[in-house]
């Protein structure tokens, strides 16, 4: 079974430009999270989607952040602009009720931005 | 509510000693409870998880933990440490029936002596 993907895994941006992180959930998972761990941290989420809807984005900086999942498969979290505290590893995962609600991690995409 | 708290932010033992990481939960509802664990500019993998099945659970390399319901803890074992084993972990507590809440520990940095 293929994990989460995420791309790209790394990359770095100046402060007021914007970037776009993309997630592949695991194949039949309904459920989609974005998180946002800053170094030294626990991860934080973002935004939770259940299929093609959003179920919690009560922590996403909505001025700058945004995501959308449209066919309820593969996820885009985009940034614009960015700011120097949003440096940060954006962790994607998946669930599904199918699996105990085991939340699987992708491997992260790192942003720094300088 | 829910919540979790790691009682220890950073733990060093030995190798070939025992290791424990600690981990208090609350919960209204019958929990679900998982460590992660993350390497160095790794995602988080899992390590082991709880539902309400055997309370002694067993999990990748050689760890395991026990839910403890009179305690409200589920602490993390292993009996002799290695050198792979540094890193992050991470324990997570969620509802049973739904991922719509689920809350991170603070984590607890785990270091090896040689």
């Not at chain 1, 993907?5 to 770095?12: D, E, L, N, T, V």
């Not at chain 1, 809807?53 to 996403?60: F, P, R």
């Not at chain 2, 460590?35 to 395991?64: C, D, M, R």
């Not at chain 2, 803890?73 to 084993?85: E, I, V």
Request: hydrophobic content about 35%; aromatic content about 10%; glycine content about 6%.
């Amino acid at each position: 079974e293929a994990g989460v993907a995420q791309s790209p895994r790394y990359k770095i941006i100046e402060k007021r430009q914007s970037v776009a992180f993309w997630c592949n959930p695991i194949s039949g998972h309904a459920t989609l999270y974005w998180y946002q761990q800053i170094l030294g941290q626990g991860p934080k989420l973002l935004i939770q989607f259940q299929n093609n809807g959003v179920v919690d984005d009560s922590q996403l900086p909505k001025d700058r952040f945004s995501a959308e999942r449209l066919k309820g498969v593969d996820s885009t979290l985009k940034i614009q602009p960015a700011k120097l505290e949003d440096s940060a590893v954006y962790l994607c995962a998946s669930s599904s009720i199918h699996s105990g609600n085991t939340i699987y991690f992708g491997e992260g995409s790192w942003l720094t931005v300088v | 509510a829910q919540s979790v708290t790691q009682l220890d932010s950073h733990v060093s033992v030995s190798e070939g000693t025992p290791v424990l990481l600690r981990c208090n939960y609350s919960s209204s509802y019958s929990p679900s409870l998982f460590w992660y664990v993350q390497h160095p500019n790794k995602g988080l993998q899992l390590l082991l998880k709880y539902t309400s099945a055997a309370t002694l659970v067993k999990g990748i390399n050689g760890f395991e933990a026990e839910f403890k319901k009179s305690e409200t803890s589920f602490h993390l074992t292993k009996p002799s440490a290695h050198m792979s084993d540094a890193a992050e972990y991470f324990c997570v507590v969620t509802l049973y029936s739904s991922a719509s809440k689920i809350i991170f520990g603070s984590g607890t940095r785990l270091s090896i002596r040689p």
